[in-house]
């Protein structure tokens, strides 16, 4: 019996000993700048999965209009999960964060109205994604929320290196510069909207159609029944917005969605 339970401790040992290292998640507030403005962002990655001599895909995270919030931190943490680098950008300023819709339409709506800022203020953040050691250079995505969808899109319209776009529930689908813009596409486009959406008009969701025809793109529009907009935000019935709300069903197949976007793109290794 002794020597049974010897050999049991020993082979218990050395099951232990093959195991991978245990993951650990880290994450960190990032500073820095885009012109004079001093910006704050969020990263997260698994340790034990991305290294600088193991790089993972990089994701890009755009926020709803709110800024830096939990909610989009949370977002990063589950890319991080599955093994994505991720960085959260900070489209306003270090510590421009509210719960106010007023205040956030005006922020938002700063940018909106000025599509080269709103280009900027996202590739600062690609450059900062792009900075980490961690993140595989050839595989790269980025997704956004709300505002944040549209953020994604004016990104992808600089023709900045992306492999997959995903935007939710975007603000804007079509370009907030000329339509010619979307040329300078290179990824796949997946769009995740909500069918119930009143956000979005029908004008602009069949001008963004003839929009990508016109430009050649290959992409997706997945459209989900009863879902309005912010549908993937558990506190969006919280902010009391007539057309705002969460749909749990929407929000679950979506992120899946997400998922196999971002499974063909890095598969595929080649932009348009």
């Known amino acids: 019996m002794r020597n049974f339970l010897a050999f049991l401790a020993t082979a218990c040992v050395a099951l232990f000993a093959s195991l991978p290292a245990r993951a650990e ?17 969020y990263v997260a990655f698994d340790d034990a999965l991305a290294t600088e001599k193991s790089p993972r895909p990089g994701v890009l995270v755009c926020p709803e209009w709110w800024g830096v919030t939990d909610y989009v931190r949370l977002r990063a943490r589950k890319l991080a999960e599955l093994g994505y680098v991720a960085f959260v950008l900070d489209p306003y300023g270090k510590g421009k964060v509210t719960t106010d819709p007023k205040q956030a339409g005006e922020w938002a709506g700063a940018l909106y109205a000025n599509a080269s800022l709103m280009r900027a203020r996202a590739t600062a953040g690609f450059e900062q994604l792009l900075a980490l050691p961690q993140v595989d250079k050839s595989k790269l995505g980025v ?17 900045a290196d992306l492999d997959a776009v995903v935007p939710f529930h975007a603000g804007k689908l079509r370009s907030l510069g000329t339509p ?50 912010a549908f993937t935000n558990p506190d969006a019935d919280k902010f009391g917005i007539p057309g705002i709300g969460y749909n749990a069903i929407a929000d679950a197949r979506s992120w899946e969605h ?7 793109a890095f598969a595929r290794g080649e932009k348009r």
């Open 143 to 159: 997704i956004g929320y709300c505002f944040g969808g549209t953020l994604a899109l004016e990104l992808a319209r600089t023709g």
């Open 258 to 264: 997400m998922k196999l976007a971002f499974a063909e």
């Open 25 to 41: 998640l880290r994450t960190r507030a990032v500073e820095y700048k885009h012109g004079d403005v001093t910006l704050e962002g």
């Open 180 to 229: 010619a813009d979307d040329k300078n596409i290179k990824g796949l486009i997946t769009v995740c909207h909500g069918l119930a959406d009143a956000f979005v008009s029908d004008e602009e969701i069949a001008g963004f159609h003839a929009d990508m025809k016109a430009a050649g793109l290959t992409y997706q529009f997945l459209g989900y029944s009863g879902a309005v907009h």
